[in-house]
């Protein structure tokens, strides 16, 4: 998983990052509201941890423009020292899906941050198996089956393919997958993601009639869409 952290208090940002860390997930990191909102439109993350006293943007303001401005929402979770239940109520309504003041035990906002990401998961995304249609992924063999037929994939292919199916029509930016499959944003990795969608794509034959077709997000990644035949 990958997760946004905004806050202008370099120590609350170190804490929150060791926590995210040691829970597994990858993090970035921004000092104000304006960096996070920048951020938000290119790149894809799968929640945001944000202070609401944020300079350029306070936090309040930046869950109302996401609201407005993004097709596709992270999570978002504020974490503030603003205890007030008119505060509370006023981010939550704003879209905060939970609302923890400062200070919390860490075990305790691991616990939330699990909480927020398991009501967001897509359907099926941790379980062992899974069917989409005519595809069928076995993730303790890491197999994938089209009406009954072994479909060869090498590793990182089937990173790829699951990625892309539990994600399914949810737009990924190239940086959120080459950090989740190759552990990496660099140039070398983006010449062997392209490479690795191409096979997927037609190993698996990816096209509407099958249900499923990847396509490239100009400027931002790839989607897989779930189309209406198949």
């Given at each position: ?14 804490f929150l990052k ?5 829970m597994?997930?990858?993090s970035?990191t ?8 920048q ?10 941890i944000m ?18 401005a ?5 999570p ?11 505060d509370?109520?006023?981010?939550l ?5 939970d609302?923890?003041?400062k200070?919390?035990?860490?075990t305790?906002?691991?616990a939330?941050?699990n909480?927020?990401?398991r009501?967001n998961?897509n ?11 005519r ?12 009406d ?11 990173e790829?393919a699951?990625?892309?199916f539990?994600?399914r029509d949810?737009?990924?930016s190239?940086?959120y997958?080459m950090?989740?499959?190759?552990r990496?944003?660099?140039?070398l ?12 794509r ?11 077709r990847i396509?490239?997000?100009f ?8 189309t209406?035949r198949?």
């Open positions: 998983m990958r997760v946004a952290i905004a806050d202008d208090e370099v120590d609350v940002v170190q060791s926590i995210i860390e040691g597994g997930h990858h970035m921004f000092a104000d509201g304006a960096a996070l909102s951020a938000l439109v290119r790149e894809t993350f799968d929640l945001v202070d609401w006293s944020m300079p350029k943007k306070d936090g309040l303001a930046t869950l109302v423009w996401m609201q407005s993004l097709q596709e929402r992270p978002v979770i504020m974490l503030t020292n603003r205890t007030a239940k008119r509370i109520s006023d981010a309504n704003a879209g905060a899906d609302y923890i003041t200070p919390e035990d860490p305790v906002i691991a939330r941050i909480a927020v990401l009501r998961a359907s099926g995304s941790f379980d062992t198996k899974a069917v989409y249609g595809y069928e992924f076995d993730r303790i063999g890491q197999t994938v089956t089209i009954g037929t072994i479909i060869t994939l090498t590793a990182k292919e089937f790829l699951d990625m892309f539990r994600n949810r737009t990924l190239r940086n997958i950090e989740a499959i190759w990496t944003t660099a140039a990795a983006t010449r062997t993601l392209d490479m690795h969608i191409s096979r997927v037609s190993k698996l034959d990816l096209k509407p009639e099958n249900g499923f396509f490239t997000v400027g931002y990644g790839y989607r897989l869409e779930t209406d198949g």
